[in-house]
């Protein structure tokens, strides 16, 4: 079973996050021999976090309680609150989780957490456009690994500028194997398009 953790912190921008986090909690696009997907909202403590549109949430558990292994993922959301000394402990996680092989996915402000972290010292990497995180983080040292794409997967590190909602999502979803390939490539198509044809092509691929 594969654990995917969604990390909730307040003015966290949900509509960054709404392609993957829907296919994930529905599975309606799941192939047959998909793998189990356990989803949990996670963050510092158990009291309500507010979004950045208004959603209020309770979590389903604490930072605590992420099992540290290849079989996890951890998603981190952008928000306006990234540089607030308490999320310390969530890029303490995803460092952890990226040492272990477990998968780390980063948008939009998330990145430069990571950033201020190190994490994105060596690794290649995305954000917000070129000078962004040079801009946001005085310290940080990856400008050699910055990759000026909407979404970049190296590895088990996913990190995304904050209009790459939709390929982040789907390089996500590739990374998870729930997906049959036919159905991956529609899905993308359709959201990126809104053609009909690509609608019927995932009917199609999900009922074979």
């Not at 194997?177 to 995932?202: C, M, R």
Request: with cysteine; aromatic share 10%; proline share 4%.
């Amino acid at each position: 079973m594969t654990n995917v953790y969604f990390y909730l912190l307040d003015t966290f921008a949900d509509w960054e996050c709404g392609y993957i986090l829907s296919e994930l909690a529905s599975k309606r696009f799941f192939k047959k021999e998909a793998p189990q997907i356990n989803l949990s909202t996670v963050s510092l403590s158990q009291e309500p976090i507010h979004s950045m549109g208004g959603l209020t949430i309770i979590p389903d558990c604490l930072v605590s309680d992420i099992e540290i292994s290849k079989d996890s993922v951890l998603i981190l959301p952008g928000a306006n609150s990234w540089a607030l000394p308490e999320h310390a402990s969530i890029i303490d996680t995803a460092s952890n989780l990226l040492t272990a092989g477990g998968l780390v996915c980063a948008i939009c402000g998330a990145t430069t957490a990571l950033a201020a972290a190190g994490i994105l010292d060596t690794r290649k990497h995305t954000s917000n456009g070129t000078g962004f995180l040079e801009m946001m983080v005085p310290r940080y040292k990856g400008t050699a690994c910055y990759i000026a794409e909407p979404s970049v997967c190296d590895a088990n590190l996913i990190t995304a500028g904050s209009t790459a909602g939709l390929l982040w999502a789907k390089q996500i979803l590739e990374k998870l194997d729930v997906f049959s390939p036919s159905t991956l490539l529609a899905w993308y198509n359709y959201f990126n398009t809104g053609k009909a044809e690509h609608f019927f092509a995932i009917m199609q691929s999900t009922q074979q």
